[in-house]
């Protein structure tokens, strides 16, 4: 098997993983944890943004055909997750790093995502941060405002989370870095 067979194969894997554990945590109705974009944070911190960005794009479809339309126009949030991730990446991705890149995450997906939820579901997003959205509202800030705060909160605690998960899988000895190099 050629590496780039054994990539692909990899990616597959990834959108398995993001599909399952979205399911799970949604299905588990856990607050401010998805998990559904663990397998594309993989693969764009261990290999060409190429591969990473063909996760997060693959994972979208999928779940735009599974669940309704409605999740489509987020695959440039996923986007942004593998092409952020691969550039943090480039250096090895140890906790600190992860840590950090789960915070970048959350600040540029929310840049994508705000307009999206605005023009899709008026800023909201049918979780406890509507509160929050609400509240901002309420208080003079803008819509737009208001929806990335919501998109923040919603989103800092899953991505720092995932980013870490993703960092302590690439410290497995079976799963270290330097093996993933085809």
């Known amino acids: 098997m050629n590496r780039s067979t054994k990539i692909f194969a990899i990616c597959a894997l990834a959108v398995c993983v993001n599909i399952i554990l979205g399911t799970i945590i949604a299905s588990a109705r856990i607050p401010f944890l998805y998990f559904d974009v663990v397998g594309t944070i993989f693969v764009a911190a261990n290999f060409e943004i190429r591969y990473g960005i063909l ?5 979208s479809l999928v779940i735009s055909i599974v669940s309704g339309p409605l999740f489509l126009p987020f695959i440039f949030v996923s986007i942004a997750i593998a092409i952020i991730t691969n550039l943090m990446a480039k250096n090895g991705f140890d906790y600190k790093r992860a840590f950090f890149t789960g915070i970048l995450l959350t600040l540029l997906g929310s840049l994508i995502s705000a307009p999206i939820r605005l023009i899709m579901f008026g800023g909201f997003s049918n979780s406890i941060t509507d509160f929050l959205i609400i509240s901002l509202k309420a208080n003079g800030q803008k819509m737009i405002t208001s929806a990335y705060w919501g998109a923040v909160t ?18 497995h000895p079976i799963l270290n870095r330097s093996r993933l190099h085809f």
């Open 55 to 59: 996760t997060a794009i693959v994972t």
């Open 154 to 171: 919603d989103s800092i605690v899953d991505k720092i989370l995932s980013c870490l998960v993703v960092a302590w899988i690439m410290k």
